[in-house]
């Protein structure tokens, strides 16, 4: 296997427990807090059942977090949901993954969210439209070479924006407990239609694709000092500040706009903070989702690649791939490669329907993974680990019920969709064996 050449060069352990804690958080807070909460209010209508819905995506999310905690403290290797499938199911699972993530997975959410970052920057500067192509492709290129030069500028880049979207979140919900008065509802907010279950599973959807992203600090577990021990406390630390984070964020919604605006409105974060403080409060939480996009940008730019290394390491991509810089113990030719289709996609405007065709990809593979507990438990027998999943295996099993409601609530919602991307998924299989008889050939 052309694995040889990737053991010349090891990556740096310099990722302390801060800096993986922020890793965590910048990996889950994006765009969708400032915008999914009228989603949820629009169909679940009430106060009451707006938190409830919250509450249940926060649970589901913390055990999302016990099950990487206990994965990546057993497997402390590149690639983390790769490296989990690969060894539970063997490699055409990880690969599954890997090609995934890369043609769209990532590369899309690259794109989209860079989209989204360029658009309220340019919003801010006062430019046109037309800038936001360009905006957009230039951070992806800064943030790529950023990621190129070492891991360490990467994290340091990745705590500042994280610690500035904590404060635009902090801000927002500060305004909205001390500078305004509790909104008093113009309507009565309706009840929800027909089953109040099946209300709660619909808002359910958005719910968790807003907390997911914990995941995505289990690919650099190579380059986590003392992963054993840092790692399962960064994930449950940053989804705990996280789940708070959201809660706060709701509540203080409802108290400034009510159920009822806040169902009806497009931009929650922006409405509200306009209703206190005008044109500036506006312009203060489009600073805030600048920075909240720019930092979220970074943390896929800088993790994703580690799953394309390791995946080349293990004979199924290009041997160049699976090299690390001498001086940098990056992965540059996967970096690259990343920025370069995240840009195609940018440019070719097709990144949002890619990503509409496989936005269920996640949860398929969050599933996977929480199957793959059971499995390497199995295969680790009765060694001891200081951290093991609470109530598993009911907890782990409801975490993967959850994850299987979201893809089958995908599909249902969108079946045209959910059958264009389990084409480009399935695509993978045919390149999985060319890579695999290359392999079994060198």
Do not use: C
């Amino acid at each position: 296997m052309p694995a040889g050449p990737a053991k010349d060069v090891a990556y740096a352990r310099k990722i302390g427990l801060f800096s993986a804690t922020m890793l965590v958080i910048g990996g889950i807070i994006g765009s969708g807090i400032f915008r999914n909460p009228a989603e949820v209010a629009n169909r679940v209508k009430t106060p009451f059942l707006i938190l409830l819905v919250w509450g249940m995506g926060a649970v589901i999310a913390l055990i999302g977090a016990f099950i990487f905690a206990e994965l990546g403290q057993r497997r402390p290797q590149v690639g983390g949901g790769y490296a989990y499938l690969r060894e539970a199911f063997g490699p055409l699972a990880g690969f599954m993954y890997a090609w995934a993530l890369l043609l769209v997975m990532a590369t899309g959410a690259i794109a989209a969210v860079a989209m989204t970052f360029a658009g309220y920057l340019a919003s801010l500067l006062g430019w046109p439209e037309s800038t936001q192509p360009a905006l957009a492709g230039g951070a992806i290129a800064l943030l790529t070479l950023v990621n190129i030069v070492g891991v360490r500028p990467a994290a340091w880049t990745q705590n500042v924006f994280t610690l500035l979207k904590l404060a635009a979140v902090g801000g927002l919900v500060m305004a909205a407990f001390f500078l305004t008065t509790p909104a008093t509802a113009s309507a009565t907010p309706a009840s929800p239609p027909g089953s109040v279950f099946l209300a709660l599973g619909a808002a359910l959807v958005p719910v968790l694709f807003a907390f997911g992203g914990w995941q995505q600090t289990n690919f650099v577990a190579e380059e986590i000092i003392n992963p054993e021990r840092n790692l399962p406390r960064a994930l449950i630390l940053g989804v705990l500040g996280v789940v708070a984070a959201y809660l706060l964020v709701n509540v203080a919604y409802l108290r400034a706009m009510g159920p009822v605006a806040l169902a009806a409105s497009t931009a929650p974060a922006a409405d509200t903070m306009a209703a206190i403080g005008g044109e500036t409060g506006r312009r203060l939480i489009a600073a805030g989702i600048v920075a909240s996009t720019f930092g979220f940008l970074n943390l896929v730019i800088l993790v994703s690649p580690r799953v394309y290394q390791a995946m080349a390491r293990d004979g199924l991509f290009f041997a160049s791939f699976a090299k690390l810089h001498p001086t940098w113990q990056t992965p540059v030719a996967a970096i690259l490669l990343q920025g370069a289709w995240a840009t195609l996609l940018l440019f070719s405007k097709k990144y949002g329907e890619l990503n509409d065709y496989v936005v269920f990809g996640d949860w398929i593979f969050f599933g996977l993974t929480a199957m793959a507990l059971f499995v390497i438990r199995r295969r680790d027998g009765a060694r001891a680990t200081p951290f093991r999943v609470p109530l598993h295996p009911w907890s782990t099993l409801a975490f993967v019920a959850a994850a299987i409601y979201v893809v089958l609530g995908s599909v249902v919602s969108n079946p045209g969709n959910a059958l264009r991307g389990a084409g480009l998924l399935l695509l993978g299989i045919p390149i999985f064996l060319f890579w695999r008889r290359r392999a079994a050939r060198s």
